[in-house]
T-cell receptor, first 111, second 110 residues
Framework: GENVEQHPSTLSVQEGDSAVIKCTYS??????FPWYKQELGKGPQLIID?????GEKKDQRIAVTLNKTAKHFSLHITETQPEDSAVYFC??????????FGKGTHLIIQP | DAGITQSPRHKVTETGTPVTLRCHQT?????MYWYRQDPGHGLRLIHY???????DKGEVSDGYSVSRSKTEDFLLTLESATSSQTSVYFC?????????FGPGTRLTVL
């Protein structure tokens, strides 16, 4: 089955700086890669996703890149703000069944 | 929240008792999922459904069963709860490729 590795587990950045979270996947058949943000006590919230026929996607301050050859994808957050502090999860899916998640990155925005 | 509700939101039970968690959706989505979330493991798929009475196992299905007799409801049952099933349980629906999650149920098995 699919295996998703996510790094780092904790990331601390100064407010206004950029943050990058990286994930690798094992199954070359995976074709959909979402990113979720989870705040304390809440369910994961989809923030951006990318499909395997696209190399990069951007939505305001967040962007995701995908390298199918290397089987890795990354989340980029620019001009970080205090409300970006949360746990972020990457995931991958190849078929009709559910997502395989990374173990999460705790992003801390330092004032 | 994509019209997803979960009940109960919190439950404390004892080892060996049966427990049923309910996921309810209002938007007629075909696919529904149950995940559990544990520290250090992220979210892991328990079971999923691709239609009424159509279900399949996920990565961590041992000790769990599911039922879907109506499109809007997906039930997760722990036949005999164990302490290792203490977790936060999330239901999700799928809309095209995107999955949207409910608010979760925190289950404690003593």
């Amino acid at each position: 089955g699919e295996n998703v590795e996510q790094h780092p587990s904790t990331l601390s950045v100064q407010e206004g700086d950029s943050a990058v979270i990286k994930c690798t996947y094992s199954d070359s058949a995976s074709n959909y890669f979402p990113w979720y943000k989870q705040e304390l006590g809440k369910g994961p919230q989809l923030i951006i996703d990318i499909r395997s026929n696209v190399g990069e996607k951007k939505d305001q301050r967040i962007a995701v890149t995908l390298n199918k050859t290397a089987k890795h994808f990354s989340l980029h957050i620019t001009e970080t703000q205090p409300e970006d502090s949360a746990v972020y999860f990457c995931a991958a899916r190849g078929g009709a069944d559910g997502l395989t998640f990374g173990k999460g990155t705790h992003l801390i925005i330092q004032p | 929240d994509a019209g997803i509700t979960q009940s109960p939101r919190h439950k404390v039970t004892e080892t060996g008792t049966p427990v049923t968690l309910r996921c309810h959706q209002t938007e007629n989505h075909r696919y529904m999922y149950w995940y559990r979330q544990d520290p250090g493991h992220g979210l892991r798929l328990i079971h999923y459904s691709y239609g009424v009475k159509d279900t399949d196992k996920g990565e961590v299905s041992d000790g769990y069963s599911v039922s879907r007799s109506k499109t809007e409801d997906f039930l997760l049952t722990l036949e005999s709860a164990t302490s290792s099933q203490t977790s936060v349980y999330f239901c999700a629906i799928r809309e095209v490729d995107e999955q949207f999650f409910g608010p979760g149920t925190r289950l404690t098995v003593l």
